[in-house]
């Protein structure tokens, strides 16, 4: 009955998480054993059920981090911008070159990084060492860019270039992967 007035996306979210409705009114649908604290809607949850509080309280953000990771992300959005700006005054074909260039290199210098630094997976966001808040977070992951790549390739479909777009996407993926490669190769080489 009370889900009726929550957005569904919001009834939706919750369900993805595995929370059955949290918003319920109806005993036989939650068995309510503590209530979510942080978001103030009251909503009950079940036994071994993660509240909002627990799941804001399991991120960790360190403000330092927080800082290395956004001056980075700043940095490799303008480099970005800049190569593709550069590219695009010099290419005027229709295979989006700018973007994929630079998510091939994106990717080449962060296998090579990732094992140089001997970044772990569990710890891929930086939270704790400087180089990979500043460099692989932030200046990496701001001047490689998935949305651009969906974004060129839909623009060519629409312009009825599929078969330009399906090839663009397949490339990237399998070139970013086979850069990513290489740049762990190359740094395992260097030892």
């Known amino acids: 009955m009370i889900d009726r007035f929550r957005p569904k996306a919001e009834v939706q979210r919750f369900e993805l998480y595995g929370r059955k409705r949290p918003f319920a009114a ?3 649908e939650t068995s309510p054993s503590t209530n979510c604290q942080r978001c103030g809607s009251g909503c009950k949850l079940r036994d071994g059920e993660v509240g909002h509080d627990q799941l804001f309280r399991a991120i960790k953000l360190n403000p ?4 290395w990771v956004g001056l ?3 940095i490799g959005s303008v480099l970005r911008w800049r190569i593709g700006r550069l590219v695009g005054e010099r290419y ?3 295979f989006p070159l700018g973007t994929f260039l630079i998510n091939i290199s994106g990717s080449l210098v962060i296998g090579y990084l990732s094992v140089l630094f001997n970044v772990e997976w569990h710890n891929r ?3 704790g060492m400087v180089v990979n808040a500043l460099v ?10 998935f949305s651009s790549m969906q974004l060129d390739a839909a623009r060519l479909a629409a312009k009825q270039h599929a078969r330009l777009a399906a ?3 397949l490339l990237s993926v399998a070139t970013g992967l086979l850069a990513a490669l290489a740049g762990a190769a190359l740094a ?3 030892g």
């Open 64 to 67: 330092v981090d927080v800082m």
């Open 92 to 94: 005027k074909g229709h």
């Open 188 to 190: 395992r080489a260097k």
């Open 72 to 74: 980075g992300g700043g």
């Open 125 to 127: 966001y930086g939270h």
């Open 26 to 28: 109806s005993g036989s």
């Open 167 to 169: 090839f663009y996407l």
């Open 136 to 145: 692989i977070t932030g200046v990496l992951g701001g001047y490689t860019t």
